[in-house]
């Protein structure tokens, strides 16, 4: 305390005006965020895990039900993840939270449901192929609209409640937060898929289908009411919220007087000019294509300094040794327990986890560009394992306007969905277990053209990607 008065003491009035200023920072209603966010990430991480292992249980001795699976879920994810950032950008921040709490949590009762009967009914396959095409598309179109709320949520939260919350504080506000939040996604990413895991090893699948119905309908209560708390209880987040109202009318009052003058300019023209009402259908048809493809989304991300990076990042999603759906289907084909599948999946995340809290301090060392040169090529080392093994064995947006950042996120998103979606497709085309090694060469490439795209950026931003003199000096001086 004596300390803290003496500090004050030294201190000007404005700067302790600031200090007082980053102090006032709510922390029940940052944990009230982080709970929240918790109970919205272990659902999605519950689904996530088992949805290969329900798959290949449905259809054994093939990877095509997991593959097809991921390619309807990342599809969906890469063409309209765009569009979910404009989206968000147009509605309130009570609307896309209301929107993505429910929509999420329904769609992982109805996916939960279908699996439960398409478990419960082994044989519907031989005796009623339409009401099991009903349930396979049901699970993997519910699966899928989950995901892209997740999405939305991962975008409201991480990429701008976060943002907003922080500003006016000192820059290590940011990147605690971000810390925090990354870390409850990896802890989620850790004992979602062990819990999960023990369920379906030491009770059955059934009941891991219908405890993610069950969470999902409890959970929604609680994450509504921690959430909206949150938002009510920080001033920044409803000043952010006016401001977007503002601008979202500005916008809705400029698209209408553009409305109005264009049928009254067509109504005006009207007296047997065909050929101007030819060119404004085709105008809106190229308008419609030119929305429905999010190109000004897709131009606003292009014209970002984050693109290299950005593409280096989506890279790393073309990959099958993540432990998504087809990898843990694989696994289940090699006769490995759910649980081990689990608790290996938890120790990879263990591995991330320890990095949000590594991440501060390199970056607080070795700046931001380096450390992700260090952690990408680190990664690319560590994946030559996987390929000795397959010859033994014969397996950014902290520098985006504030006014890009809905759209840049969802772009970024799509784009890494575009690449997990590639990795799918070659797991319909090689839907063979045995053939799994095939994909983890393919993983390999990926990650290996991601981390010279990388490279690429850092020696354009930095003239040089290693201090030759310094690592010269330090030789020299072990050899003397």
Known sequence: MEEDMSIREHLLPDEEGLLSQHSVLPQS??????VGHFLARWGARMWEFSVGLYMIN???NSLLLAAVYGVVETASTAFLGPSIGQWLGRLTYVKVLKLWLWTQNLSFVVAGVAVIGLLV????????????????ISTNVSGAIGVLSTLAG????EREWVVVISEGHPPGVLTKMNSVIRRIDLICKLFAPVVTGFIISFISLKASAMTLAIWSIISVWLEYWLLTSVYNGIPALSESNKKKTSKISQSDSGESASSYQEIKSSHSFDGGNSVLADGSWKRKMIEWIWNALSISAWTVYLQQDVVLPGAALALLYFTVLSFG???TAALEWEGIPAYIIGIARGISATIGIAATFSYPILQSHIST?????WSIW????????????????????DHVPESDRC???????????????MAYVMGIIISNPQDFWKLTLLSFSGVTLAALLYSSHIYRVRKHLFHFEKLLVRFEWLLG
Not at 369 to 373: C, F, S
């Open 378 to 397: 680190s990664q690319w080392t560590f994946l030559l394992i996987c390929v000795a093994s397959i010859c033994v064995k014969e397996k950014p947006l």
């Open 369 to 373: 560009l380096r450390t992700g040169l």
């Open 121 to 136: 009914y082994s044989n519907l396959k031989d005796t009623n192929l339409a009401a099991f095409i009903t349930l396979v």
């Open 325 to 327: 759906s087809l990898m």
């Open 58 to 60: 449905i259809w054994p």
């Open 407 to 421: 759209v840049v996120g969802g772009v970024q998103n799509s784009l890494q969905s575009y690449l997990d979606l």
């Open 154 to 157: 991962t975008i409201l939260i």
């Open 29 to 34: 209603l940052l944990m009230y965020l982080y």
